[in-house]
């Protein structure tokens, strides 16, 4: 009967919420009435993010499935809340990584700051689960994310063949996104976000210049990464100390003052401010004892008559007061990166 026909679509509405975002089906069930043909992009301005789950593999490999179907389970539901409580909409579910954006298929006004706060509430909720994990089991590992976000225009809308129909982006902004986040991996700090994000929300967000790399894919777009640290309002002496350091630093690389950028980041070593940035610190050594300035996009030649190796670091040739134990041990963390052209990276994205 009718009652019983309309009982069954709507329990079929509800199911497919449950894989395609809300708005989403909204506009398929409109499209369907009037247009049967739901192929189609448009281009649209949105923020993106991608947040990882740090040590995910190790983790799987070292705990029983049950347990990890409910660790990723829990930490997948909270961080969607936390999302959609931010204005933003869940894309999609890449194993232990999640896409999100601001701005489609949902409108959203200035999808940077919306972005830049569900990764400042992150934390609280990383403590939360964290808290309910140990009191459940002491011994499970604590979770940490990887998160980067950019912004920009992306193809958005449907694509795919008339058997099978997809929700995605297409475009560069994604593939920036994605990389920020894998950037976490060399500098050992997160959320990273792009100088074209920092631009917009570093009236309202405490963040500090890591570095100027040229990102996997792109052979001359230049793109500025920085962290995010905190709210403006309630940085830490401390935070804003960091802050004005890589500043210097980078004013320093951008005036080719290679023995003051130097002697600034020797200095970072002993301060315990900086004690988080130790692979930021020997990144931009590497940067200044080869002489490269990564922010001049120019011919400019190099006075450098060799390439210095990370493990000249570690000599009292370069960068004396970096202490040799630690300068081994974060060069072994990084060598494996800096191999490859700094990242080695996922499949880019669609």
Not at 246 to 264: G, T
Request: glycine fraction near 6%; proline fraction near 3%; charge should be negative.
């Amino acid at each position: 009967n009718i009652e019983q026909s309309f009982a069954k679509l709507k329990g079929g509405i509800f199911a497919m919420t449950k894989y395609i975002p809300k708005p989403v089906v909204a506009d398929i069930l409109m499209r369907s009435v009037s247009n049967p043909h739901l192929m189609g992009m448009e281009l649209s301005y949105v923020g993106i993010m991608f947040v990882d789950l740090k040590g995910f593999t190790t983790m799987s490999e070292a705990l029983p499935r049950e347990v990890i179907i409910s660790i990723l389970n829990e930490w997948l539901t909270s961080f969607t809340l936390v999302i959609h409580s931010c204005n933003g909409t869940v894309d999609k579910y890449i194993g232990d990584c999640i896409m999100a954006l601001w701005g489609a298929p949902a409108e959203c006004t200035n999808p940077e700051y919306w972005a830049c706060k569900a990764a400042m509430d992150f934390n609280d909720t990383l403590t939360v689960l964290n808290t309910t994990f140990a009191a459940r089991d002491s011994s499970l590992p604590k979770l940490e994310v990887r998160v980067g976000i950019h912004a920009g225009e992306l193809l958005i809308g449907n694509i795919g063949c008339a058997e099978r129909v997809n929700f995605t982006v297409c475009g560069s902004t994604a593939n920036t996104a994605a990389r920020l986040e894998q950037l976490g991996k060399v500098y050992g700090v997160t959320p990273l976000v792009s100088g074209d994000v920092y631009k917009i929300v570093r009236k309202d967000f405490l963040c500090i210049w890591i570095d100027t790399v040229l990102l996997r894919g792109y052979k001359t777009q230049h793109t500025h990464v920085y962290q995010l640290v905190s709210w403006k309002a309630t940085a830490t002496a401390a935070q804003l100390r960091v802050q004005e350091g890589f500043r210097q630093v980078r004013n320093a690389i951008c005036c080719l003052e290679w023995d003051n950028a130097r002697s600034l980041l020797d200095q970072f070593t002993t301060d315990p401010a900086y004690a988080n940035y130790g692979l930021v610190i020997t990144q931009l050594l590497v940067h200044v004892a080869n002489q490269h300035a990564p922010l001049i996009v120019s011919s400019t030649p190099s006075h450098s008559t060799r390439e210095v190796t990370l493990d000249d670091l570690c000599s009292s040739r370069v960068g004396s007061a970096v202490s040799a134990e630690n300068a081994k041990r974060q060069a072994a963390e990084l060598e494996h990166e800096l191999a490859r052209q700094h990242l080695p990276g996922q499949q880019d994205q669609q």
